[in-house]
């Protein structure tokens, strides 16, 4: 083998935005009154079915946290949380009732009734 050719691949992130979230996010992040870094993005042990999403301002990255650069908005992933996320898209999504962030995982195996809560 040639030690000057190397395989290189890279993985995907583990999670993207569409613009419609993206954009969200953006403004969200301009109306705020001090200085925001990105999102974090986590899953909390929470709800029926045993998990929910959170999301919060994050003014700096934590250690080992995951730096997902999408759209133009960084977003940190909480690392106890990156194995559930692996794949996902976040949506910002309105309706005549309702505006809400929503994962489209294809790790989650079901959700409860009220649509709160997931499990893998």
Not at 19 to 38: C, H, N, Q, T
Not at 61 to 81: H, L, N, S, Y
Not at 84 to 105: A, H, I, P, Q, T
């Amino acid at each position: 083998m040639n030690m000057t050719t190397r395989n290189i691949t890279t993985r995907p992130k583990a999670l993207t935005l569409t613009e419609s979230a993206a954009a969200r996010v953006r403004d969200l992040m301009a109306k705020s009154d001090k200085p925001i870094a990105g999102l974090r993005v986590g899953v909390k042990a929470r709800g029926c079915s045993g998990m929910s999403y959170f999301m919060e301002y994050a003014e700096a990255p934590k250690p080992f946290e995951e730096v997902v650069e999408d759209r133009g908005v960084t977003i940190f992933i909480d690392p106890a949380a990156t194995m559930f996320l692996l794949g996902s898209e976040m949506d910002w999504v309105e309706d005549k009732l309702e505006s809400r962030f929503v994962f489209n995982n294809p790790n989650e195996k079901g959700r409860c009734g009220c649509g709160e809560s997931f499990h893998v």
